[in-house]
Structure formats: structure tokens, C-alpha cells
């Protein structure tokens, strides 16, 4: 069994800081990096690179929204040659810092509002896909299990890697269940532990509604914005390890 463990880093701006990245980045094998559009700025951005370069871990560009207000956590309807144009500055921001630390972008994973508008969306999945094809067709883009997006990148030569969430909450039908709703975040160390062991080594995990859903996932996420994030990291990380499963970083 060998999985990745992920967490979206570099999300302060400015003055504002957001979560423990240096903490986070000796424990995860992969960062998602934001790249300004939802958070982070240019000086988060470089920072979180060099740090991820000096340890290790691999990096990746968290695309989304152009939505700072918001988080990027709100849906919004772009032409697709927007979002394909948004999604490539982006990206090509995000490497050019990463190149100039010692490291690259490795992989996609768009955020919020955008990974989940994805899972559905023909439409705005392929100018999301369209945007890495144009910059390098070699990056894998994570995404849900079951989601539009692996059939839309399958299509360009564009390869994918399912991922699940270790505290988040799902439905029945293997999504996550929307953050407005209560109990979609799970918080509790033990029960995040848990559910990331469920995934790795039973290939499902419980849904809200008390049913078993199968979770085929090569990465597993804890996001870096949840209070005791550092801890709901190890915590996984400790109990991935003690069930045997290797943790190397996917690409």
C-alpha cells in the first residue's frame, strides 16, 4: 500500500497568515500551493516553495476561482476560454517560483469551488484540462474518484490521480458534502486518523449517512486552513504508517 499525503499550503496574503506550513511540510509528501487567485501572494508563494524544495516534497499548483473574497469557495460561471486562460497564469506563476527555488510544479489540483464544480462540469473540466494540456500535458491533475474530469482528461493525454479527503464528510453517492452543511468538516484527530486508515487499507470509507463508500484513492488530503491541522497530519500519518502503508509522493 503506498499513498501520498497532501495539504493545501502557502493560503496567507499579505499580513494574514493562515496555518502552520513549515509544520505541515515535514509531514506531508506533497503541497498544493496556492497560487493567489483564492489566497497566497508572491512572497507566501516563494516561501512555500524554497520550504518545500528544502524538504523534500513534492510541489503542486492549487488552481481556482479568481475569488480572494471568498476563498475561492464560490461557484462562478466563466467562458471557458476564461477559466483556461485563469487556470494557465496560474499555473505557469506558480512553477516559474517553484523553478527559480530548485523545484517545479509537479502536478494540478484545482481548489474549493473549482474542484467540485469539476467532478460535474464537462464544460468548465475541459478548460481546466485544456490549460494544463497547453502548458505540459505530462502533469497529473488530482481529483475525485469518479469525477467528469477523468474522462474529459483521458480524452487530451492529460493523466489523473483520484484522491479522497481524511476530514471531510461524504455523501452516499462518494462527494463531499457541501462545507455550508453541518458536520462536513471532521475535526476530531482520532476520527480523521481513523477514516485515512479506512480509506488506505479498506478502499471505502463511511459515508454521512452511516453507509459504506468505496474510496479508491492514491492521495489523501488534510486541508492546512483547519484549526490543529498539524495534528490531524501527524495523527494520519502515525496511524497510515502503523498499518503499513508506505507514504511516497505520487508524482
Same mark, same amino acid.
Given at each position: 500500500m503506498v499513498i501520498d499525503l497532501n495539504a493545501d499550503l502557502g493560503e496567507g496574503f499579505g499580513v494574514w497568515r493562515l496555518g502552520d506550513d513549515l509544520a505541515l511540510l515535514d509531514v506531508v509528501t506533497s503541497a498544493n500551493v496556492a497560487c493567489g487567485f483564492h489566497a497566497g501572494d508572491p512572497v507566501t508563494i516563494r516561501?512555500?516553495? $524554497? !520550504?518545500?524544495?528544502?524538504?523534500?516534497?513534492?510541489? +503542486?499548483?492549487? /488552481? #481556482? %476561482?479568481?475569488?480572494?473574497?471568498?476563498?475561492?469557495?464560490?461557484?462562478?460561471?466563466?467562458?471557458?476560454?476564461?477559466?483556461?486562460?485563469?487556470?494557465?497564469?496560474?499555473? $505557469? !506563476?506558480?512553477?516559474?517560483?517553484?523553478?527559480?527555488? +530548485?523545484?517545479? /510544479? #509537479? %502536478?494540478?489540483?484545482?481548489?474549493?469551488?473549482?474542484?467540485?464544480?469539476?467532478?460535474?462540469?464537462?464544460?468548465?473540466?475541459?478548460?481546466?484540462?485544456?490549460?494544463?494540456?497547453?502548458?505540459?500535458?505530462?502533469?497529473?491533475?488530482?481529483?475525485l474518484p469518479g469525477s467528469v474530469v477523468h474522462k474529459v482528461a483521458a480524452a487530451e493525454g492529460v493523466p489523473t490521480v483520484s484522491e479522497a479527503f481524511a476530514d471531510r464528510a461524504y455523501t452516499p453517492q462518494g462527494t463531499l458534502v457541501p462545507r455550508r452543511e453541518p458536520g462536513a468538516v471532521v475535526h476530531d484527530p482520532a476520527a480523521v486518523a481513523a477514516r485515512a486508515r479506512q480509506m488506505a487499507v479498506e478502499g471505502c470509507v463511511t459515508a454521512a449517512d452511516g453507509s459504506s463508500v468505496p474510496v479508491s484513492a492514491r492521495s489523501l488530503c488534510v486541508h492546512g486552513d483547519t484549526p490543529d491541522a498539524v495534528r490531524l497530519a501527524r495523527e494520519v500519518r502515525d496511524a497510515l504508517l502503523a498499518a503499513g502503508v508506505v507514504l511516497q509522493a505520487f508524482a
Open positions: 516561501r512555500t516553495c $524554497a !520550504a518545500a524544495v528544502d524538504r523534500g516534497v513534492t510541489i +503542486g499548483a492549487q /488552481v #481556482s %476561482y479568481r475569488d480572494l473574497a471568498h476563498f475561492g469557495r464560490r461557484e462562478m460561471d466563466l467562458e471557458p476560454e476564461e477559466l483556461c486562460a485563469e487556470v494557465l497564469y496560474q499555473l $505557469a !506563476a506558480v512553477d516559474g517560483i517553484a523553478r527559480a527555488m +530548485g523545484g517545479r /510544479v #509537479s %502536478y494540478v489540483k484545482p481548489h474549493g469551488a473549482l474542484y467540485n464544480r469539476i467532478v460535474r462540469d464537462e464544460v468548465q473540466a475541459a478548460a481546466v484540462i485544456d490549460a494544463v494540456a497547453d502548458y505540459d500535458p505530462s502533469l497529473p491533475v488530482l481529483t
